[in-house]
């Protein structure tokens, strides 16, 4: 029997709606995208598509461990609740600490915050949201007085001008990409222009692309507020296109008050001068052009898009956040809309692209260590009482605790004596990793919650806790645009996995709170966390979702997304906040911020000359705990890699696809080399996903330095001095295998799933002493094996397939050098019963049978469809489009994240 259920997509802040239909007898499901949900309207990208090849068992932490061994959940439970007891006895209360994510779900969070905050009494509990839209938070809470998201996902087809900041949304974003795309084409007067040193995917819809210095982000947007306002200070100038003469004198300086909105300053904000001041230090289009090393036509262009646009609305993401200047680049940009008055109106607006699926939810009930519940926070008078009472407790700390960085800092200090991280991965994801990894392997108790068992953070655990995973969890998650929707079981937890807020309601009661945690349902959480937000607010505060306060369980299993604030005022939502220009500030009124542009705090140097970018790819997410398992999402970019501009990569003696070492002062990894133009001299781009589960040298957070924005205590992420030098190898191969493999003696190797059967990337630096004693520990030799072997001693090529009982179960290729066969062909042998004899003597020359087609990489992951079909389909039919392509492949016709390849391949055949 099957059942259809509606829910929510795990991955990124966009928040889709997924219908799922379920057989629950052998754990089985379907996904389609939810046609009625208003964030996708049906359209899923790869990930989301992929989610049913993402619900098996294999992997999974079912059990409870204590030092190794499985446990149960009484003794697991006891253990975690004794422990935080004795340390903060004997250490004080600041000795424990929690470490969150934006995967749990809101009632998972709310709880974990009063427990820590609330009754444990210290604000130790940081989340890894903190690595991805902290600069948002501060930033908006500078602005506004609130952490509150002003606009909508519908502003992006009533938009003329939409401005991507620092955001490969194509590739981050894939569905609200395909909106905005889809917003284009309807729309012939809407510009898009892409602020981003990469050219990234993004940039296919673009009109305008802007690639600038890493870290220059304010000294552009100041320069833009400067050049709205067209003023004249100390002999710098802004070049005014408009021949308006209508000026008025303020203070030293003379306005152009076209370009602004006046009325809207006076009235609804505070701090103009103050920021006009600074904005005016960044000169004229020319200073502002050579600093951020841009084409003056190009800053002009898009100063005078912006000027002459009422409809603009600006989307950022982690370009902005993750930096040093993160706070202050927010709110250069909310300075330039201030100043305009162009927000809280359709079309309109600064807009947050939320990095996690709940980061918002988070957010929502302080999830971060400087917050309290329902936007309340430390430093707001008044609210540390309020919170109290509501809790009906003594114990709120004063102050906030320690952020991420500082936070594990403090547990490679000996000062944080147990630390419990849930459904996270520190020991990749934050920057200066290896010290992470040092710092739990010292650490006197660590606890680690997660749905997998065998994750880098998982190794340091004393006690493991099996949470259950998407599919599993039942409750609510919020997106970019304050849409809380719910996220739905589909089938009963796995093994003896149970849900986050129980677990920590369990070992709640077991330190003495159980009154304060008797939570038997998740309906139960929501209903207190939306009582909350509505406690003594009368409107002073953003967030006020009182409307549920005694929502029913039915109501709840019945939920409908909807965004915040829903209250007595507002009982079916809010599209927009601020349309009636009143805030949540002291004086109700928008703040602007004076912006004093800073670089950087590491600069690249002679020992280090690069800088080093870091990402998300379009198929993969975080650490890839997830994404890994679905075959599928695994072929598009099976290796780590780092994207090198092709002067770089001359000037460093680094050819395409070779194996190169990235150092910095913090740490190493080894990556496959992509040549490109997408690059700016000078940087070099990584992603972020691979770990020691996947990689031999993969991990990105080893390298990353550790600095953090001294308002939001975001780190770094996207610059760091690098070098990068290759790293030669004495031979290079792969295997293809049916059977998942312990890999030895090999010094870079990188392990891929695929369709029925795993992929393995090899080099090494030393030559065994026979190949084929090398290919029989690899691969065994038990069974009804039989062999089939090649090898050119002279020039190291070395290949083998191994057979048993008749059906093709490994391929070995091993060569001295990088130029090995495609692999996609030899993989598709795998997915046959048998071989036929053309294909047994042309399986070690590595190319397919004369009249057999080879795919080529994969290019769609959707429909998996690679370069070679394309290519020949685009040949051979004349096709002239990327609709053309789809229609007869169907490649780039679900998530559409493709087309730019798909645009690229047929330029390069049409050309």
Known sequence: MTQTIQTTCPYCGVGCGVTATVGAENRQVQIKGDKTHPANFGRLCSKGSALGETVELQGRLLEPHIHGQPASWEDALDLVANTLLDTMASHGKDSVAIYGSGQLLTEDYYVANKLMKGFIGNANIDTNSRLCMSSSVAGHKRAFGADAVPGCYEDYELADLIVLIGSNTAWCHPVSFQRIRAAKEANPNLKIVVIDPRRTSTCDIADLHLPLAAGSDTILFNGLLNYLVGCTLGGIKGECANPDNNTSSVGVRTLTPTYIDSDFIDNHTEGFEAALIAASLAGDVQQVAEYCRLSATDVQQFYDWFTSTEKAMSLYSQGVNQSTSGTDKVNSIINCHLATGRIGKPGMGPFSLTGQPNAMGGREVGGLSHQLAAHMDFATPGDIDRVARFWQTGNIPEQGGLPAVALFDAVYEGKVKAVWIMGTNPVVSLPNADKVKQALQNCDFVVVSDCIANTDTAAFAHVLLPAQGWSEKNGTVTNSERRISRQRSLFNGAGNAKPDWWIICQVARRMGYAEAFAFQHPVEIFREHAALSGFENNGGRDFDISAFADLSLAGYDSFQPVQWPVNAQHPHGTARLFSDGRYFTPSGKAQFIAITPRPPVNLPDADYPLILNTGRLRDQWHTMTRTALASKLNQHKPEPFVEVHPDDAAAYQLPQNSLASLETRWGSMTARVQITDSQIRG??????????????????????????????????????????????????????????????????????????????????????????????????????????????????????????????????????????????????LFAKDGLGQQERLALLTGKPPIGVADVGAIVCACFNVGEKTICDAIKELALKTPQEVGKCLKAGTNCGSCVPEIKALLAGLNT
């Not at 996903?689 to 330095?705: C, E, F, I, K």
């Not at 038990?782 to 050119?792: H, K, M, P, R, T």
């Open 683 to 828: 940087n070099v781009f990584v992603p972020m996903h691979w770990t020691g589960q996947y990689a031999s040298d993969g991990r990105m957070g080893a390298l990353v330095n550790p600095v953090v924005d001294p308002v939001s205590k975001q780190p770094e992420c996207k610059h760091t001095p690098v070098r990068i030098r290759p790293c030669p190898m004495a031979w290079y191969g792969f295997i293809l295998s049916r059977r998942e493999l312990a890999i030895t003696g090999s010094d870079y190797w990188v392990k891929v799933k695929g369709e029925q059967f795993y992929r393995y990337e090899l080099a090494g630096r030393q030559l065994p002493e026979t190949w084929q004693d090398w290919a029989t520990t690899q691969l065994g030799d038990g069974g009804e094996v039989q062999w089939q072997e090649y090898q050119d001693s002279h020039n190291g090529n070395y290949r083998a397939a191994r057979f048993n009982d008749g059906h093709l179960d490994s391929i070995v290729f091993i060569a001295s050098h990088i130029n090995l066969p495609e692999r996609n062909w030899l993989a598709s």
